[in-house]
């Protein structure tokens, strides 16, 4: 995948971008063999780029894929009841992956898995303020008056929480399906705010983390992320 040069250079850490484009801009980089200009790309893995005539080396790359995790499936890497996990599902993706928060076994949707623990200690950490996107359908007696306790929720089983944001997208009778956004990630959390307003959920599926859409990915299924989506990872 074509880089700017001067990413790829502060990537290999020899300078910062600033001083990789006065390196560049001095003769200093090659491409091919050709002198590079200031905002050329190239593919690290593709071109012989070099730095006062040193191959450029890059650290391990790091992997983020999205995986559609499907129902009966726990987020763990392996588990001690012989139950499917979400793991198996990306083994084919290659190294060591790890999930980036959870997903019960009744839900399904997006699922992060990366080796890269930094990037996902951010994601994953309350302060980042990371909207989770959830697609929840949703039975009661008083769906109008649930819905209302469930904006207006502000704790959780004695916890504070961040005020969900609820949109009605249909309803049918004593069932709706519904959209909730949270920030939190605390265990089973929207299956216990919608119980707490009584509120059965009969399915959930987990659509976005920030930017980062579940889209048309099939069930059981996994895409590499775009460039786009492990830069907001990486410096969100």
């Known amino acids: 995948m074509k880089q700017?040069?001067?990413k790829l250079?502060?990537?290999?850490?020899i300078a910062s971008r600033r001083a990789a484009e006065e390196m560049i801009a001095a003769g200093r980089?090659?491409?091919?063999?050709?002198?590079a200009s200031v905002g050329m790309s190239a593919d690290p893995d593709a071109d012989d780029i070099r730095v006062?005539?040193?191959?450029?080396?890059?650290p391990s790359r790091r992997r983020y894929i999205v995986l559609h995790k499907p129902r009966g499936y726990v987020t763990t890497l392996r588990d001690e009841r012989g139950r499917p996990t979400a793991a198996e599902l990306v083994a084919d993706a290659g190294g060591r992956?790890?999930?980036v928060g959870r997903l019960d076994m009744d839900s399904e949707g997006l699922l992060i898995f990366t080796d890269d623990g930094q990037a996902a200690n951010r994601l994953m950490h309350p302060s980042r303020q990371v909207d989770k996107v959830y697609t929840v359908f949703v039975q009661g007696e008083d769906i109008s008056g649930a819905l209302g306790k469930l904006r207006s929720m502000e704790s959780l089983e004695g916890?504070?929480?961040a005020r969900p944001g609820v949109t009605l997208i249909e309803r049918k009778g004593t069932g709706a399906e519904i959209q909730i956004v949270i920030h939190e990630g605390k265990n089973r959390q929207v299956r216990r705010m919608c119980a707490a307003c009584g509120l059965r959920v009969s399915r959930l599926i987990r659509i976005a983390e920030g930017p980062i859409l579940l889209g048309d990915l099939p069930v059981g299924h996994w895409r590499p992320m775009t460039a786009e989506e492990?830069?907001?990872?990486q410096n969100h």
């Open 9 to 13: 250079i502060s990537g290999a850490g």
């Open 97 to 99: 992956l790890y999930p």
């Open 29 to 35: 980089v090659t491409v091919n063999g050709a002198a």
């Open 52 to 58: 006062d005539g040193q191959a450029l080396r890059l």
């Open 230 to 233: 492990v830069e907001y990872l």
């Open 4 to 6: 700017r040069l001067q």
């Open 159 to 161: 916890e504070p929480i």
